[in-house]
């Protein structure tokens, strides 16, 4: 029974032999991954190519040209230091099937840097860690500019919404409206936490609809920070001369194959 190695029933012949094969299987494995680096970025759109070899120098740049983020690293290149994520809400939610209730678990995390940028993500997921997870990436790719205005005197850093702006999910409508320096934020203490990230410093607040729902409202208000550059001030009414895309200016270097 020795003589078939691996197969024998003999204490020796299973042991060397699926020591044999482990080792094997082991040193293969540990070749073949060793040169690469499971933690470097390799860019798939060509954003992500422009951003990682320095082209685009700031994430205002892909803001102004409107250009969607599909990858959650361009948003870590630019903000990796300053953003801070924080879990809103886990709450769980039910699907009736034929073998019964099936759970799972649905996560609101929001982002941001606390310097005019903010992010809002939600993943649903059979456990929660997953979900939180899912909701962070989503958080990322949702990244959109805050304006930040003054109330009164213009004089010192913008400190709180430019104009009354509102935003709008489900039957909760949420208005910021503008404070003087020192008022603080007025609000709820969600609604706190999403004005602090996104670098807001004073602010009322004002609510309709069913707030107890708490996706809905910090939704709501997620909509009504993004709605500040919609909003078009006059401030904002001097021309400014089009420049070209960073696709069209670096139309070159994206028109070389990529080197994986």
Not at 11 to 22: C, H, L, P, Q, S
Not at 36 to 45: A, I, K
Not at 207 to 232: E, Q, S, V
Not at 245 to 251: D, G, I, K, L, M
């Amino acid at each position: 029974m020795s003589e078939r190695g691996g197969f024998g029933r003999g204490e020796r012949g299973r042991g060397r032999g699926r020591g044999d094969r482990g080792r094997g299987r082991g040193r293969g494995r540990g070749r073949g991954r060793g040169d690469r680096d499971e933690n470097v970025w390799t860019p798939v759109t060509k954003l992500g190519r422009l951003v990682k070899e320095g082209k685009i120098g700031s994430i205002e740049e892909i803001f102004l040209f409107s250009i969607p983020v599909k990858e959650a690293e361009i948003i870590d290149y630019f903000l990796k230091d300053k953003l801070q994520d924080e879990v809103m809400k886990i709450m769980p939610v039910q699907k009736q099937s034929s073998a019964g209730q099936r759970t799972r678990f649905k996560a609101f995390v929001a982002v941001g840097d606390a310097s005019g940028h903010i992010g809002l993500g939600v993943k649903c997921s059979s456990e929660v860690a997953t979900a939180i997870r899912g909701a962070i990436l989503s958080a990322k790719l949702n990244v959109a500019p805050v304006r930040r205005g003054f109330w009164g005197r213009k004089s010192g850093m913008p400190h709180t919404v430019p104009t009354k702006v509102t935003g709008k999910c489900g039957s909760v409508r949420v208005r910021l409206i503008p404070a003087p320096r020192g008022t603080g934020l007025v609000s709820s203490p969600a609604g706190k936490r999403l004005l602090s990230m996104a670098g807001i410093q004073d602010c009322y607040t004002s609510t309709r609809g069913h707030t107890r729902t708490m996706g809905n409202f910090i939704k709501a208000l997620f909509y009504a920070l993004r709605n500040t550059y919609g909003y078009l001030e006059p401030d904002l009414w001097k021309e400014n001369a089009l420049t070209a895309t960073p696709f069209q200016e670096h139309t070159d270097f994206l028109a070389k194959k990529q080197i994986k």
